[in-house]
Structures are given as structure tokens and as C-alpha cells.
């Protein structure tokens, strides 16, 4: 079909603007809520976790975040049919409650010391909720931008949607910073964590506000005047051969790599960072947030090129990039964040060990050995050893004493700002698959199955392959470095040389196959939608 002139195009920039404000205030608070979740991953998975085994608690944390990435194709059916059939305004409406709600309830479930086993049940079925809420989200918030925008703009004007999903990630990590900035270590560890949950209440309310005045979208509001609109949208999606040969390509040629470069640039990299760097958790959010916010306006830069010289070729590109470039660059973050070739200041060597009774288990006493050292460059690490016991829930009675060990990291200067620019460069390129990504979906499908139809591979890309990302990259590189301890203590050469790249080969491996599926199939000139 080709566009035809529409409302929309004469749709003022005063008013586009509006639009524009009203949509991403909701969707960047929506993304806010999800987010929070995975900054806090490493908090999160010593309150509703075991604490006996630290890194399977972590895994767990990361198994329920994807969950709610998982179910949101789900989402976007239910909320696609309803956006479809009743609007584009009332639909995101119910999706800002729904997760507004599901977030703010996790900050109020007690932890697994005090529920046990039902703690992380109850996180796991409001992770589900918020999955379901932000299925319906992005499509109605990209379908309505893109409704209101000159057919010759969308590029532009849909971007500013995409900087939505970084802004919230941004916003998190603010909050979350400011939060630890206001409290002490132990009320933030106790309590504090929950504070960026609540505090989604007050965003909600404001965003609710601004929304409910949003008028619907001309092109929705043209189409059901005229009585065109779709009666069965998941039929006329799915079970059309013609549509459904569209909404795979979208899927496999596009939104699939970008999910898995969208996660890794940004997720994986925090994650990376602390979890396989140690570094401090206030360092390791100041200098992700230092690099999202340079790279946000890149978003909206590739949109408005994608207007000038097509979405094809700068999402591919971003894709071949990333490709070729994980590898080399977590490389060279691994080495800025090591204490290998740095050299320790042995009279600047501290030592203190401390007895405490254990605030959780009565009788029970907790040992912590605390050893700082300084090296020359500024660098300082810090190794707690703490040895407790854990109360054996089927017994009744404490159980054996259980020893962790954390590793916390403070560079230097020149070294996190090595991370801010390594962090940065895998921004440009989350910024070049996704900021034409709303206008080229949008495109791709008539305005009567548009929300359900691009809804769901956006969110097969996203919540399912991008969403598992963390989840299986971490995964793969935990199981790199058990290998190598097994090979080690049978007097065997390790089989891994750099195991900390291991998880890696997920997002290049699918960024790959999106590549050449997207290279060979897509169409530049696909404009099905008016």
C-alpha cells in the first residue's frame, strides 16, 4: 500500500511535541518499573534467595527477571487485540496501572528470612505482571507516535519513543544512587532497597494524569469512524500467510538482534562490570549512567537519518558492529577492571575482623574479616570475608556455618573512564539497531492490525531473546569458569582461556544470523502501512 496523505501529516509540531511528551512520560516510567528490578539484581538475590549459595541466588534474580521478558509476546497479543479493537489510548492506559501496581507491590514482599520459599514465588508472579503490562506498552506507545507523524518524519519523531527504554534505565539508576546516597549502607542493605519500588507510585500518578487528556490517534480514530477497523485482530495478523510472512521477517531479521544488542550494551554490561569486575556499586552506576546519558541522544540522531537514507542499512550495520566488536571491547574492560598488573602498596594494607550476633538468627553470630589494599595507581580493593550460620528451616536448628567472600573494587579515574567510553561505544550501537526500529514496525503493517501485528515479534526479539541475554550469558560464563576450576584440580590445562568472555557468543551468535536473514530479506522500500 502506498501512504496515502493522512491527518497526520498536517498534525502540527506544537502538537506532535504534546504527543510526543504524553507517550514517552509513560513509557519511560513503565521501563523505569522493569528496570529497577535487574539494577538491583545483586540486592534482590540475597533478600528473596538462599543465602547459601550466592551465585546460584544471582542466577535466580536473573531467571526471574527474564520471566518477565518471557511473557510479554503474551502481552502483546492480549493488549495488541484490545489496542487493535478498542484504541491505542485506553489500552496504554491499563498497561501503566498494571505495572505501576506489580512494581510497587515487590517492595512490599518480605524477604525470604521472614516468608521463606514463598518470597521468591510472589516476586516471580508480579515479575510475570510487569512482563505482561510492558507488552502491551511499547506497541501502543510507538503505534500512537507514529500515527500522529508525517509519513516522511516517523524516523525522527518515533526515536524520541526509543530513548525511553535507556531514559528509564537511566532514571533507575538515579534513583537507586540517590537512594544509597541518603541512607547508610546497612538501612539501604535492610530496607533502603525497596525505596525505588515505592517511589514508582508518584510517577505512575503523575503519568496517569497527563495521559487520561491524550486524545486518540488520528489514524486509528479515521479508520474506526469509517468502520474499518479489525474485528478479530489476532486472526487477521497471524492467520493471514501475507501478513504473517511480515511479522516473521520483523521478527528474524530485526528485532531479534536488536533485543540481544539492545540487552548486552546496557544490562550486560552493568551486570558485567559488577558481578565479573567487582567494581563498586556507586562507581559501577555512575559510569553507566555517565554513558547512557551520552549515548541517548543517538537515538534520536540515527532516527532522523533513518528518514534521510532508510532503517535498513543503519540496523545492520549496527548489528555486523556488535558482532564484530563484543569480543574486543569486554576484553579490554576486563583489563581495566583487573588487579593483576597493577601494583599493591603493602604499607597502605589494612586488616580488621569483627564478631557481631546476627540480626536475623537469634544465638547465631556473624565473623567478618575486612582486608583493604591500595595500589599505585589509585585503585583500591576491598576483600570481606564473612562466615555465618544459616538456620536449617526443617530442623529448626542452626545449620553448618556457611564462609562468603566479596570483592569490591574502586578504580581510578583513568581506568572508569576507559569503562565510560567502552560502555558508550556499545550504546552508539544499541542506539543504531533501535532508534528506526518504531518507524520501520510501524511501516510494515496496516493501521488496522498494527498494534497486535508489530507488537508481538518486538516482543518475541526483545522479551525473549534480548530479555534471556543476562540470564544466559551469565550462565555460560559461570559454567566456563566451573570448568576451568574442575580441569584445574585434575592437574588439566584450563579449557577456557578468558571464561569471562564465554557468555559473549548468545548475543554475537543471534546478532549474526539476524544479519544475514535481515540483509537478504528485508526490503527498504516495505511501506505497508498508511
Not at 502538537?15 to 522493569?34: M, N, Q
Not at 552508539?428 to 508481538?456: D, K, Q, W
Amino acid at each position: 500500500m502506498v501512504p496515502q496523505p493522512i491527518a497526520s501529516q498536517t498534525t502540527t509540531t506544537r502538537s506532535l511535541i504534546s504527543v510526543i511528551g504524553a507517550s514517552s512520560v509513560g513509557t519511560l516510567i513503565e521501563w523505569y518499573d522493569f528496570y529497577i528490578f535487574g539494577s538491583l539484581a545483586s540486592v534482590l538475590a540475597s533478600k528473596f534467595f538462599p543465602e547459601a549459595n550466592p551465585t546460584a541466588a544471582f542466577l535466580s534474580t536473573l531467571a526471574t527477571f527474564a520471566a518477565g521478558f518471557v511473557v510479554r509476546p503474551f502481552g502483546a497479543l492480549f493488549f495488541g487485540r484490545l489496542g487493535d479493537m478498542i484504541g491505542r489510548k485506553y489500552t496504554f492506559m491499563v498497561t501503566l496501572l498494571l505495572m505501576g501496581g506489580a512494581t510497587f507491590a515487590i517492595g512490599l514482599v518480605p524477604g525470604y528470612a521472614t516468608i521463606g520459599f514463598l518470597a521468591p514465588v510472589l516476586v516471580l508472579l508480579l515479575r510475570l505482571l510487569q512482563g505482561l503490562a510492558l507488552g502491551g506498552e511499547y506497541g501502543g506507545a510507538a503505534t500512537y507516535v507514529a500515527e500522529h507523524a508525517p509519513a516522511h518524519q516517523r524516523g525522527y519523531w518515533t526515536s524520541w519513543i526509543q530513548t525511553t527504554a535507556t531514559a528509564g534505565l537511566f532514571v533507575s539508576l538515579l534513583v537507586i544512587m540517590g537512594t544509597r546516597l541518603a541512607l547508610t549502607k546497612e538501612a539501604f542493605d535492610d530496607w533502603g532497597w525497596r525505596v525505588p519500588f515505592w517511589a514508582s507510585v508518584m510517577m505512575v500518578a503523575v503519568s496517569y494524569l497527563i495521559r487520561r487528556n491524550m486524545s486518540e490517534s488520528p489514524l486509528f480514530a479515521k479508520a474506526k469512524a469509517e468502520g474499518k477497523t479489525a474485528t478479530n485482530p489476532l486472526k487477521e495478523s497471524f492467520g493471514n500467510r501475507y501478513n504473517v510472512k511480515f511479522v516473521l521477517l520483523a521478527l528474524f531479521g530485526a528485532t531479534m538482534g536488536q533485543g540481544v544488542i539492545f540487552y548486552t550494551g546496557q544490562f550486560y554490561a552493568l551486570s558485567f562490570i559488577e558481578k565479573i569486575g567487582h567494581v563498586d556499586k556507586m562507581q559501577t552506576d555512575g559510569l553507566m549512567t555517565i554513558a547512557l546519558l551520552m549515548g541517548t541522544p543517538f537515538f534520536v540522531f540515527f532516527g532522523w537519518l533513518s528518514d534521510k537514507i532508510g532503517r535498513k542499512g543503519i540496523m545492520m550495520t549496527g548489528m555486523l558492529l556488535a558482532v564484530l566488536a563484543y569480543r574486543p571491547i569486554y576484553q579490554r574492560m576486563y583489563e581495566a577492571m583487573s588487579l593483576q598488573n597493577r601494583t599493591e602498596q603493602p604499607d597502605k594494607t589494612t586488616r580488621k575482623n569483627t564478631q557481631t550476633p546476627d540480626p536475623v538468627i537469634g544465638g547465631a553470630t556473624v565473623q567478618t574479616q575486612t582486608v583493604q589494599r591500595t595500589y599505585t595507581d589509585g585503585t583500591m580493593a576491598t576483600e570481606v570475608t564473612t562466615t555465618k550460620q544459616l538456620a536449617d528451616a526443617t530442623q529448626g536448628e542452626l545449620g553448618p556455618p556457611v564462609t562468603t567472600v566479596k570483592e569490591t573494587i574502586t578504580l581510578n579515574s583513568s581506568d572508569r573512564w576507559t569503562l565510560i567510553w567502552l560502555v558508550f561505544a556499545q550504546v552508539l550501537l544499541v542506539t543504531m539497531v533501535y532508534g528506526p526500529i518504531a518507524a520501520f514496525l510501524v511501516e510494515l503493517f496496516p493501521t488496522r492490525i498494527r498494534y497486535t501485528s508489530m507488537s508481538l515479534p518486538y516482543h518475541i526479539g526483545n522479551g525473549v531473546f534480548g530479555g534471556l541475554m543476562p540470564a544466559v550469558a551469565t550462565y555460560l560464563a559461570t559454567n566456563a569458569n566451573n570448568a576451568n576450576a574442575t580441569a584445574k584440580q585434575a592437574g588439566l590445562a584450563a579449557p577456557y582461556a578468558a571464561p569471562y568472555l564465554e557468555g559473549l557468543w548468545y548475543p554475537i551468535a543471534v546478532a549474526a544470523v539476524c544479519f544475514v536473514i535481515g540483509l537478504l530479506y528485508i526490503n527498504g522500500n516495505d511501506k505497508r502501512g498508511s
